[in-house]
T-cell receptor, first 113, second 111 residues
Framework: DGGITQSPKYLFRKEGQNVTLSCEQN?????MYWYRQDPGQGLRLIYY???????QKGDIAEGYSVSREKKESFPLTVTSAQKNPTAFYLC????????????FGPGTRLTVL | GDSVTQMEGPVTLSEEAFLTINCTYT??????LFWYVQYPGEGLQLLLK???ADDKGSNKGFEATYRKETTSFHLEKGSVQVSDSAVYFC??????????WGLGTSLAVNP
């Protein structure tokens, strides 16, 4: 079955540690996205990539980094510079033009202790 | 800039009640419009979409019509079920691959 996988579902880290969230898709989509979701704030775009080896900052990129070495993979690193990293992180992918939908993974809930 | 405004929740209804969740937008050009649904602890799923003015998107009993004259895309369902309890997001896609999101509206349906 085609889809997007995110792992792990729940992640706990100590303050000051970097952590990498995995996102893999087998939909052959060019574009991939990382969102952060906090209660009452909807979805905020962290980074997105429209093609391999290229990515752009979203609205809240500070304290995060990404890479796009393969079409199917778009890992997100939450660095120690991110002041409030505890949140629900969603990865999405999309093919083609603006009329198409974004497909979402199940999300990773990160808790920094 | 482009933006989406949704009615604030939470919305609480009894089973079989009529649902309306308002969504208005500001955008230049001719964006596509979407409704997504998020069940507790899960990612988002596309519920319906409309790509041009006067289009009606529909799915699972939900409907929304792209009204350019009122810049609206209100979500409606004639008879809600307990299983419809979720958070609903309105979004627009301008002439690029980024989506502009509303803040979401939480719906709780009681038996």
């Amino acid at each position: 079955d085609g889809g997007i996988t995110q792992s792990p579902k729940y992640l706990f880290r100590k303050e000051g540690q970097n952590v990498t969230l995995s996102c893999e898709q087998n939909l052959n989509h060019d574009a991939m996205y990382w969102y952060r979701q906090d209660p009452g704030q909807g979805l905020r775009l962290i980074y997105y990539s429209q093609i391999v080896n290229d990515f752009q900052k979203g609205d809240i990129a500070e304290g995060y980094s990404v890479s796009r070495e393969k079409k199917e993979s778009f890992p997100l690193t939450v660095t120690s510079a991110q002041k409030n990293p505890t949140a629900f992180y969603l990865c999405a992918s999309m093919w083609g033009a603006k009329d198409n939908e974004q497909f979402f993974g199940p999300g990773t809930r990160l808790t920094v202790l | 800039g482009d933006s989406v405004t949704q009615m604030e929740g939470p919305v609480t209804l009894s089973e079989e009640a009529f649902l309306t969740i308002n969504c208005t937008y500001t955008a230049t050009g001719y964006p596509s419009l979407f409704w997504y649904v998020q069940y507790p602890g899960e990612g988002l799923q596309l519920l319906l979409k409309a790509t041009k003015a006067d289009d009606k998107g529909s799915n699972k009993g939900f409907e929304a019509t792209y009204r350019k004259e009122t810049t609206s895309f209100h979500l409606e369902k004639g008879s809600v079920q307990v299983s419809d309890s979720a958070v609903y997001f309105c979004a627009l896609s301008p002439n690029n691959r980024k989506l502009i999101w509303g803040l979401g509206t939480s719906l709780a349906v009681n038996p």
